[in-house]
């Protein structure tokens, strides 16, 4: 079963506006990614921020956590067309050996 | 550019078959991941192995295996292909420094008919 669930599945929105999108996991995390892929590519690192961080900016990308509700945000401010690509958040497992585990990923559509 | 290369890119093979994906990755990234990617989905942990030894495996049965080797390549073996092995296949290195980042590779996309 996905350690990460990312809301909402799917999202279309014009250049310039801002775009959210939601990660929710199940157990407790030292921290939490988010990663980008662009149509069936490679998955490329976006962002890390650990359980005693409540936000984090890197450039037009602003991520927050909340581990009480066990929940983490990723922002786009100014979406770009070159944005258009699945988003997915992903923790850290140690179950017996690490393992990464990623959830099924947002898919973001910005219209020029 | 992550510097993990994958081959091949696309692959064919019928149902019954065994396949080997090859994954390089740069020098010095010990700890090397593979997954499973169906159309829409997440991709899914396979296994994970560090210094040459599995390190964590996922819900896959053991038809499903791996070996890396001391110049940072490593392997994905299939046996016994199904249908439903038909996938995007993804190999991702880390190492010490870099945390808990993973560097993908672009992945190879098999289909089994």
């Known amino acids: 079963s996905q350690q990460g669930e990312e809301d909402p599945q799917a999202l279309s929105i014009q250049e310039g506006e801002n775009a959210t999108m939601n990660c929710s996991y199940k157990?407790?995390?030292?921290?939490l990614q988010w990663y980008r892929q662009n149509s069936g590519r490679g998955l490329v690192h976006l962002i890390l921020?650990?359980?005693?961080?409540r936000e984090k900016h890197s450039g037009r990308l602003r991520v927050t956590l909340d581990t009480s509700k066990k929940s983490s945000s990723l922002l786009i401010t100014a979406s770009r067309a070159a944005d258009t690509a699945s988003y997915f958040c992903?923790?850290?497992?140690?179950?017996?050996?690490?393992?990464?585990?990623f959830g099924a990923g947002t898919r973001l559509f910005v219209k020029a | 550019e992550t510097g993990v290369t994958q081959s091949p890119t696309h692959l064919i093979k019928t149902r019954g078959q065994q396949v080997t994906l090859r994954c390089s990755s740069q020098?010095?990234?010990?700890?090397v991941s593979w997954y499973q990617q169906a159309l829409g989905q997440g991709p899914q942990f396979i296994f994970q192995?560090?210094?040459?030894?599995?390190?964590g495996r996922g819900n896959f049965p053991p038809r499903f295996s791996g070996l890396q080797f001391p110049n940072y390549s490593s392997e994905l073996n299939v046996n016994a292909l199904e249908l439903d092995d038909s996938a995007l296949y993804l190999c991702?290195?880390?190492?010490?420094?870099?945390?808990?980042?993973?560097?993908f590779g672009s992945g190879t996309q098999l289909s089994v008919l």
């Open positions: 020098s010095g990234h010990n700890t």
């Open positions: 192995y560090y210094r040459e030894e599995e390190n």
């Open positions: 157990t407790s995390i030292n921290n």
């Open positions: 921020i650990r359980s005693n961080e």
């Open positions: 991702a290195s880390s190492w010490e420094g870099a945390g808990e980042k993973l560097f």
């Open positions: 992903a923790t850290e497992l140690n179950t017996g050996g690490f393992k990464t585990i």
